[in-house]
């Protein structure tokens, strides 16, 4: 989906992002209707904004059996496309201090980050050096693989640079 292609101002953009990861959160709430009671999904829903919603999520899937695996892909194409339009200083203000672009990152760290934590993996991809640097200092709880040859797109065996040999390892059953 390309929310972000008229998306020029940091405003605009934060307001975009808001929406966009909003509606996911609503669509997984949805479809995982099993495992949030409307208690539980009402109580999410009822918190203002985005960050605030992942935390009580983050919380509760700790507190249970749930696990929860993120995928992002892309998150950049936004802060890529603000940079070229708006400038540098735009694009400062989404990715360091207190940019609400970093801070969700540092929402998806907290939900990684403790034992029993929320998040039990985290996938990001398809994101570019400069924005990956900006938006995940001190986010020293991954393991960047671009460059490992066993994620190499080339083999035909590979899907979205994981092989299910390599899935299996990921997302164990």
Known sequence: MKIWAAATTLHLVESRF?????????????????DFSPAVAESIRATPSIHSQLNRLFEYAAGTDIKLYVLIDEYDNFANSLL??????????????????????????????????GISRLFLTGVSPMTLDDVTSGFNIGDN??????????DPRVFASVSEPQRCVFLPK
């Open 84 to 117: 070229v339009d708006s400038g540098q200083q735009a694009y400062h203000a989404l990715t360091h201090g207190d940019g609400f672009f970093r801070h969700f990152f540092a929402i998806l760290k907290g939900g990684t980050s403790d034992y029993g934590a």
């Open 18 to 34: 808001e929406e966009y990861t909003q509606l996911r959160l609503q669509l997984f709430l949805q479809r995982y209707v099993d």
């Open 145 to 154: 693989l671009s460059l490992t040859s066993e994620f190499d797109e080339s």
